[in-house]
């Protein structure tokens, strides 16, 4: 897109087709944002059509709640026009009086695997803007079509999955706090069109959507014409009744196994996978067939130990799943006074004095003073080598799970994170909320 095209006229009011399709997004809008809340409205603008639709209902509601909207827009560094898209997008941007940030993938990119490493970076770098700015929901335009796409490429082999209407952010641990909301999911990149035609802008056709040679674009020249079965947009559901699920300070998660036996066969497999990914600190879930296996062997009701996804479960009544201390790093890495990095994917490390160093404390519980020796025998045995443990130069060792001060500190994100996977956060103004690591009940969606 030139700088011509986009200069090209004023934004104009929709035309009556595309106020129709602003009141279906408004109202899912309604449904999952806060009107009242100050935070910015974060959406990806990628200045293709999809997402240019997105930010006009978008700023049109946002205009309404008072609230501010900004665009975030990734430069892949994949095409060679790529930098004209993104000074395009800003224009835009500009133009629609939103904010607007630019994000570069920078560094090498793969030789192989390259559309699943461009995805990851985009919703990486998406979600650390997006949280920057202090947003908990990041807007993005997906549509039916994506769906549909989606479904064929799983039909033909791959394991992508399938859009939501409302998640949260794949990414861990940047997306961290943060929920994915896309209002046009149940509308055709065709009828989009209703609402961009009057609005006097142009947008972007990125050619990688037409290269047959990867499998998205295979899958939406199928959907493009129209010869692939519908399909419904998976929902974010709650669970109906209370269960037992939930992870501590120290972020073991505790299932009951009667309870989570209960449980539909599908939900079943979702919340073990769910709890064993969020207590393992990793982003990828459990391959199905592994997950299976597990739950058979869960559904004989006898009492045993087993490794999965970098979590380590110990089952008898109550299925107890911590992280596995033999697969973490055990290098002492510097923990910045100020900063508040998350480590080993499970918890937000602080320090108020330079100087410390974060380790598992496998191997120093001895050393630890005789308060928090006595408070770690409350904690799972073979859940204690994989906890935070900060160590100085002096020798100083502190485990802040077990002793929380004004020095170190360290929070949880397990317990949070599972609410998050489990159906339990409904609305923007929830994003965040509980992530002390207190136990709460939550069945996945």
Same mark, same amino acid.
């Given at each position: 897109?030139?700088?011509?095209? #986009?200069?090209?006229?004023?934004?104009?009011?929709?035309?009556?087709?595309?106020?129709?399709?602003?009141?279906?997004?408004?109202?899912?809008?309604?449904?999952?944002?806060?009107?009242?809340?100050?935070?910015?409205?974060?959406?990806?603008?990628?200045?293709?059509?999809? @997402?240019?639709?997105?930010?006009?209902?978008?700023?049109?509601?946002?205009?309404?709640?008072?609230?501010?909207?900004? &665009?975030?827009?990734?430069?892949?560094?994949?095409?060679?026009?790529? /930098?004209?898209?993104?000074?395009?997008?800003?224009?835009?941007?500009?133009?629609?009086?939103?904010?607007?940030?630019?994000?570069?993938?920078?560094?090498?990119?793969?030789?192989?695997?390259?559309?699943?490493?461009?995805?990851?970076?985009?919703?990486?770098?998406?979600?650390?803007?997006?949280?920057?700015?202090? &947003?908990?929901?990041?807007?993005?335009?997906?549509?039916?079509?994506?769906?549909?796409?989606?479904?064929?490429?799983?039909?033909?082999?791959?394991?992508?999955?399938?859009?939501?209407?409302?998640?949260?952010?794949? #990414?861990?641990?940047?997306?961290?706090?943060?929920?994915?909301?896309?209002?046009?999911?149940? *509308?055709?990149?065709?009828? *989009?069109?209703?609402?961009?035609?009057?609005?006097? *802008?142009?947008?972007?056709?990125?050619?990688?959507?037409?290269?047959?040679?990867?499998?998205?674009?295979?899958?939406?020249? /199928?959907?493009?014409?129209?010869?692939?079965? &519908?399909?419904?947009?998976?929902?974010?559901?709650?669970?109906?009744?209370?269960?037992?699920?939930?992870?501590?300070?120290?972020?073991?998660?505790?299932?009951?196994?009667?309870?989570?036996?209960?449980?539909?066969?599908?939900?079943?497999?979702?919340?073990?996978?769910?709890?064993?990914?969020?207590?393992?600190?990793?982003?990828?879930?459990?391959?199905?067939?592994?997950?299976?296996?597990?739950?058979?062997?869960?559904?004989?009701?006898?009492?045993?130990?087993?490794?999965?996804?970098?979590?380590?479960?110990?089952?008898?009544?109550?299925?107890?799943?911590?992280?596995?201390?033999?697969?973490?790093?055990?290098?002492?890495?510097?923990?910045?006074?100020?900063?508040?990095?998350?480590?080993?994917?499970?918890?937000?490390?602080?320090?108020?004095?330079?100087?410390?160093?974060?380790?598992?404390?496998?191997?120093?519980?001895?050393?630890?003073?005789?308060?928090?020796?006595? &408070?770690?025998?409350?904690?799972?045995?073979?859940?204690?080598?994989?906890?935070?443990?900060?160590?100085?130069?002096?020798?100083?060792?502190?485990?802040?799970?077990?002793?929380?001060? @004004?020095?170190?500190?360290?929070?949880?994100?397990?317990?949070?994170?599972?609410?998050?996977?489990?159906?339990?956060?409904?609305?923007?103004?929830?994003?965040?909320?509980?992530?002390?690591?207190?136990?709460?009940?939550?069945?996945?969606?």
């Amino acid at each position: 897109m030139s700088r011509a095209a #986009v200069l090209a006229a004023e934004p104009s009011a929709p035309a009556a087709a595309g106020a129709a399709i602003l009141a279906r997004v408004r109202a899912a809008f309604d449904e999952r944002l806060d009107a009242g809340a100050r935070s910015p409205l974060a959406v990806g603008f990628s200045g293709g059509g999809d @997402s240019l639709a997105l930010l006009l209902a978008a700023r049109a509601w946002a205009d309404e709640a008072g609230r501010p909207v900004l &665009a975030l827009t990734v430069d892949h560094g994949l095409q060679p026009q790529s /930098g004209a898209w993104t000074f395009g997008a800003a224009e835009i941007a500009r133009r629609l009086g939103v904010g607007f940030r630019a994000l570069g993938w920078t560094g090498p990119k793969p030789s192989a695997g390259l559309p699943a490493a461009a995805r990851r970076a985009r919703h990486a770098l998406l979600a650390a803007a997006a949280r920057q700015a202090g &947003a908990r929901v990041l807007l993005l335009g997906h549509t039916l079509d994506d769906v549909l796409e989606a479904g064929r490429m799983r039909a033909e082999g791959s394991n992508v999955g399938a859009p939501r209407a409302w998640s949260p952010s794949p #990414v861990w641990p940047e997306g961290r706090g943060l929920f994915l909301l896309r209002p046009l999911l149940g *509308l055709r990149r065709a009828a *989009l069109r209703e609402l961009l035609g009057p609005s006097g *802008l142009g947008w972007i056709e990125d050619p990688a959507n037409d290269d047959l040679r990867y499998a998205r674009a295979r899958a939406r020249e /199928g959907a493009r014409r129209g010869d692939g079965e &519908a399909v419904p947009i998976p929902a974010y559901r709650p669970e109906p009744g209370p269960l037992a699920a939930g992870a501590d300070a120290a972020g073991v998660v505790r299932l009951e196994r009667a309870a989570l036996l209960a449980l539909p066969p599908d939900d079943r497999r979702r919340l073990l996978a769910a709890a064993l990914v969020c207590a393992g600190g990793g982003e990828r879930l459990p391959r199905s067939a592994s997950a299976q296996r597990l739950l058979a062997v869960i559904e004989t009701g006898a009492p045993f130990t087993a490794t999965l996804a970098g979590a380590r479960i110990a089952a008898g009544p109550e299925i107890l799943i911590a992280r596995d201390a033999g697969r973490i790093d055990p290098a002492p890495r510097p923990l910045p006074a100020g900063d508040v990095p998350v480590w080993d994917g499970r918890f937000e490390l602080s320090a108020a004095e330079p100087g410390w160093r974060a380790r598992p404390l496998g191997g120093l519980a001895a050393r630890l003073d005789p308060e928090a020796r006595l &408070a770690l025998r409350r904690i799972p045995a073979f859940a204690r080598a994989a906890l935070p443990a900060l160590v100085d130069d002096r020798g100083n060792i502190i485990c802040p799970i077990l002793a929380q001060g @004004s020095v170190v500190r360290a929070r949880t994100l397990v317990g949070a994170r599972l609410a998050a996977a489990c159906g339990r956060i409904a609305r923007e103004n929830q994003v965040g909320s509980g992530s002390d690591g207190e136990e709460r009940p939550g069945a996945l969606s």
